[in-house]
């Protein structure tokens, strides 16, 4: 049974290009950011080490960042020529984007600052100019910059949020109300007139070479190349590119390089799926090589991917004697100990992790993850808190989100609200996250606040009926009943089940003397809650059998596991899981021919393959070994087709 889900290997699909583009050269468009970013999401790919033959990936991905560089220059070269010829604010202005795209900010100041004087009602010059004060760390200038800008177009609400952001990272807390009450008024004027920001799928600009995407989960460099991407998130690409290319040198997985043909057979093997050939190989290419640190991390893989959690963690252990420092084989020894439900030696493992390689974002996240299944809240917030000071390259949103769950669940509402703003920073354009953070200062009774982030989550996207139904509330708890009505109704237009909305447009209904119309709404969100109590109901009955059947199994009592995993099944019959743990306790009891009946519905339900697994054991103990063999052969299958769609998933 696995007791966490997880994957080893790493998706990188998330990683996207974010901020100014480049211009176009004459010959058409020109995107070297895009290639170095394709670059670097294939430097990550490799650098997972999942099948160990990714030292020329590595190497090529390297190259390709160098060379995506020099296109780069080239593309800004051609665009200075154009720059040239065109000695217009518009020229300037562009040139000064494609000097602050390849972080060359000193320069593009001097063209922002070259523009001005000749468009001096342009706010997009004081924005750009004030991001480029921001990446030089000139926060007093930048701030100066965006207050111009803010002044110059009133009614755009993203001016008026950044300058307020600012006003207050500076501890000017009086000139940074205004300025949200500014951002309050034109986003209150612009939903009044119809909407949000039309056309706009980011309308909070970023400067940045990735985007942070919502529901990514992080995304960390081995921590031999933190220093390397370091230099990436400080705009020093080419200084970046010579230290991955440093540490690459010491890095085991590149450092090794498969030279018997049974090393290379098995890691050919393991990468197709083809599991019994690459567990063959690599024993006997450990039998041979008994002190290569590299081919037994690569045969613990591979016996993970095998579902052979014991001998796993022994090829990991033996790894990371013979190499203290291999972060990969040490986080894996954690992630297989989990998944073999070992969580007490999991969390040694993760924990010695942390010890040896103290810069592993990975092994933290890790870790963390293991206490908040745990529900030890504090100590899981600790590890998150480590893995976002270590910076992955994607997935702050996700990381942030948890650290705020995690304070919520002490409760420690002040930390919770400052994890959600940071949430909100590094990902302005989700609009979940604002309303998310609206909601904390609105249980803190931080009305003005609230109202802002509800807002802000609505210029994001004008259908989020949570901050419809947020705003609802603030209107209602301050007296403005009228406002607190509509919000409350174009929440419901988005979303008819959504109670908050409901309550509040019947509390502002019954205020307003509309008793009536007031009561009917009170009915609605009654029959709403009581939908909701049953969902809780049965979550809390769930969890009471969740724990009957693992103290019945700990005991040993199969009668009463089974008799309470029977219970749980109508809780959620659609879950193949709930068929399957059934089946496996059958089968220790002896049960054998039911256990067959629920492993073959939790495979109508597309279980994975322990459903095979379990087939063809029961076949076995049965004897029907023609059965027996026909389900390990599926088993075998499914293995093999989950390596190679999806990795290492759990």
């Known amino acids: 049974m696995h007791f966490l889900k997880r994957c080893v290997g790493l998706t990188v699909a998330a990683l996207a290009v974010a901020g100014p583009q480049p211009l176009s050269s004459a010959d058409g468009p020109v995107h070297p950011k895009d290639q170095f970013v394709l670059a670097i999401r294939q430097f990550l790919e490799a650098t997972a080490g999942r099948y160990g033959d990714e030292q020329a990936a590595t190497r090529a991905a390297i190259d390709a960042m160098r060379q995506a560089l020099v296109s780069w220059d080239q593309a800004v070269l051609t665009n200075e020529v154009a720059a040239a010829g065109n000695p217009s604010p518009e020229g300037f202005w562009s040139l000064g984007l494609v000097y602050l795209d390849r972080r060359r ?13 000749l468009a001096p009602d342009r706010p997009e010059i004081q924005t750009f100019r004030g991001f480029a004060y921001d990446l030089l760390g000139e926060t007093g200038q930048a701030t100066a910059s965006f207050a111009k800008a803010a002044a110059l177009n009133p009614t755009d609400p993203a001016s008026s949020y950044r300058l307020a952001q600012h006003l207050e990272q500076d501890g000017r807390s009086e000139e940074a109300e205004k300025a949200w009450q500014q951002f309050r008024d034109s986003q209150l004027r612009r939903l009044t007139q119809g909407g949000g920001p039309a056309g706009l799928n980011a309308p909070f600009i970023r400067v940045d070479l990735m985007r942070q995407a919502p529901n990514v989960a992080p995304i960390f460099p081995a921590a031999r190349y933190r220093d390397a991407f370091t230099a990436i998130r400080q705009g020093r690409y080419d200084d970046a590119v010579a230290r991955l290319k440093e540490a690459a040198e010491s890095d085991p997985l590149l450092r090794f390089e498969a030279t018997a043909a049974a090393e290379r057979e098995g890691r050919t093997a393991l990468r197709a799926g083809r599991l019994s050939d690459a567990l063959l190989q690599l024993k006997a290419a450990a039998d041979a090589s008994p002190e290569a640190a590299e081919t037994r991390r690569v045969l613990g893989m591979a016996y993970w991917a095998d579902d052979q959690y014991d001998a796993a963690a022994e090829a990991f252990a033996t790894a990371i004697r013979l190499q203290a420092d291999d972060e990969r084989a040490r986080v894996a020894l954690g992630d297989v100990l989990v998944a073999a439900g070992k969580l007490g030696a999991a969390e040694l493992a993760f924990k010695d992790a942390i010890a040896g390689v103290p810069d592993s974002g990975q092994a933290h996240y890790e870790l963390g993850r293991l206490y908040e299944f745990q529900q030890r809240w504090q100590d899981a917030v600790e590890m998150f808190e480590a893995a976002a000071a270590r910076y992955p390259v994607v997935g702050l949103d996700y990381l942030y989100q948890t650290i705020v769950r995690m304070y919520v669940s002490l409760p420690d509402f002040d930390k919770a609200i400052d994890a959600a703003r940071r949430r909100v920073t590094v990902n302005p354009n989700n609009d979940d996250a604002h309303r998310a ?15 802002t982030e509800m807002l802000a989550a609505l210029f994001v996207n004008a259908r989020n009926a949570g901050a419809y139904s947020g705003m609802a509330q603030v209107y209602v708890r301050t007296g403005r009943f009228s406002e607190a009505v509509e919000a409350s109704r174009r929440a419901i237009d988005v979303d008819p089940g959504n109670r908050e909305a409901r309550y509040a447009l019947a509390t502002a209904l019954a205020r307003s003397g509309r ?11 009654e029959e709403l809650q009581a939908e909701a109590n049953r969902r809780e109901q049965n979550e809390l009955e769930a969890k009471m059998l969740q724990q009957e059947i693992s103290t019945s199994l700990a005991r040993e009592d199969y009668d009463a596991a089974i008799a309470a995993l029977e219970k749980a099944i109508p809780l959620d019959p659609r879950s193949p899981s709930s068929y399957l743990n059934l089946a496996a306790v059958l089968k220790k009891s002896g049960r054998i021919r039911e256990a067959i009946e629920n492993l073959n519905k939790a495979l109508a339900l597309k279980a994975g393959p322990d459903a095979y697994r379990l087939l063809a054991e029961a076949y076995d103990t049965l004897g029907e070994s023609q059965e027996s063999q026909k389900y390990r052969r599926l088993y075998d299958q499914a293995k093999a087709e989950r390596l190679r769609s999806t990795g290492w998933t759990r």
């Not at 249980?443 to 109202?451: I, N, P, S, T, V």
């Open 437 to 451: 953070l609206g909601d904390l200062l609105l249980r803190q009774g931080r009305h003005d606040e609230a109202l």
């Open 105 to 117: 900010v000193a320069d593009a100041l001097k063209e922002f600052d070259r523009a001005e004087p």
């Open 515 to 525: 008793t009536d119309e007031g009561a009917n709404e009170l009915a609605r969100f």
